[in-house]
């Protein structure tokens, strides 16, 4: 791993364009390198903030960005549970993406076949790669430390095989969902996770500075070979002791 970073911001209005200079600067390092940039997303309130700061950017150019899911709710996707649905209405409809640069799960289908289609989908958009390399992963946590759809004490944590895994008896509705696993988290060159509020500061301290029994799933996101970013506000950071980065608005990481 390249190191993490822990950096924390006043509040969220000043972390939104941060993340999106974070996502820009990567899709450039990625074109560059490569030809495209692979991106990951995933749902809740990650949703608007990055939807409103990258539309907020002049001239974003996405021709040659691809887009995957972290995990996904498999519900359809006018649902207001669907993370694909969101982005679509928020995100993807504004900007210039190929609809082939969009991997969506297809969600008639029963929750194991739903993962396997995904996992058909990301090997042939990843061709070569034992688990897919995204140039980028976006994650959130929620307050029981789960990130994607992986949920503590669950065995899907313990998961090195498959690309992308059904679950259908998440601790979280709805109960059925397919996420990518560690391997395959652990496999991207940059992760950011972006954690807000004050309700997420108590788990954020067991998982940035450990805790007594099994990590929590957030804190077993360690990339092999990437970078590991995590991008808070003040009140997420309210119980951390270890040394942060303070950055304000404007800030470039």
């Not at 200079?21 to 990951?40: M, P, W």
């Not at 997303?41 to 150019?61: C, N, R």
């Not at 993807?92 to 289609?117: H, M, Q, R, W, Y």
Request: overall charge negative.
């Amino acid at each position: 791993m390249a190191g993490r970073r822990v950096v924390v911001f006043p509040s969220s209005a000043e972390l939104g364009p941060a993340l999106a200079q974070l996502v820009i600067s990567r899709a450039e390092k990625a074109i560059s390198s490569h030809g495209r940039f692979t991106l990951g997303l995933s749902g809740g309130s990650l949703i608007f903030m990055l939807s409103k700061e990258l539309l907020a950017l002049p001239e974003l150019d996405c021709s040659k960005w691809v887009v995957g899911f972290c995990d996904e709710r498999l519900v359809s996707f006018d649902d207001p549970e669907s993370t694909y649905g969101l982005y679509k209405s928020h995100l993807f409809s504004k900007i210039n993406i190929p609809e082939s640069g969009i991997l969506a799960i297809d969600s008639s289908l029963p929750v194991t076949e739903c993962a396997e289609d995904y996992t058909r989908k990301l090997k042939e958009a990843f061709p070569g790669d034992r688990f897919p390399v995204f140039d980028l992963l976006l994650l959130g946590m929620g307050p029981d430390g789960h990130t994607c759809s992986l949920f503590p004490d669950h065995p899907l944590l313990e998961e090195t095989e498959k690309i992308v895994a059904p679950i259908s008896d998440s601790p979280k509705p709805p109960l059925q969902r397919v996420t990518m696993t560690f391997p395959v988290v652990n496999s991207a060159r940059c992760v950011a996770f972006v954690t807000t509020g004050g309700s997420k500061a108590p788990v954020l301290k067991e998982v940035l500075e450990g805790r007594e029994g099994p990590a929590f799933p957030a804190a077993r996101v360690v990339p092999t070979n990437g970078e590991l970013f995590w991008l808070i506000d003040d009140p997420a950071a309210a119980s951390l002791t270890i040394q942060v980065e303070r950055l304000g608005s404007g800030a470039k990481l």
